[in-house]
């Protein structure tokens, strides 16, 4: 098991960036991803990253998030830019080759 933290959740107004941060607890070697649930709705895959770097988004965000890697920081990230009301989430961080999820962060978009 890997432990994983999410931070950089935040209030923000439409059109509006963040960055969100996922800390692993130890050396990651395969994909990373990010998921976020709405209320009242499925989690649901947002963005992909191969230990090569290859990313692989859901349409609702491409084009305004990216997904990058820092292996010897031990971190992934994800830059957002351009954000919706219909962005507002909890948003995962996700190691699936040890089914591995952190806590989620709080990102809302409001004006």
């Known amino acids: 098991q890997v432990q ?3 931070s950089g959740g935040d209030l923000v107004q439409p059109g509006g960036s963040l960055r969100l941060s996922c800390l692993a607890s130890r ?13 009242d709705k499925e989690r649901e895959l947002v963005a992909i990253i191969t230990r090569p770097g ?23 990230y ?4 351009n954000l919706k ?5 909890v948003y995962y961080c996700h190691y699936p080759a040890t089914n591995s999820w952190g ?4 990102v809302t978009v409001s004006s």
Do not use: C, H
Request: net charge negative.
């Open 4 to 6: 994983l933290v999410e």
């Open 27 to 39: 050396n990651i070697f395969y994909s990373m991803a990010w998921y976020r649930q709405a209320p």
């Open 54 to 76: 290859t990313t692989n988004y859901a349409d609702s965000v491409k084009g305004r998030f990216t997904i990058s890697r820092d292996d010897a920081e031990k971190t992934v």
């Open 78 to 81: 994800l830059q957002m830019s």
């Open 85 to 89: 009301p219909e962005d507002t989430a």
């Open 103 to 106: 806590r989620g962060t709080q």
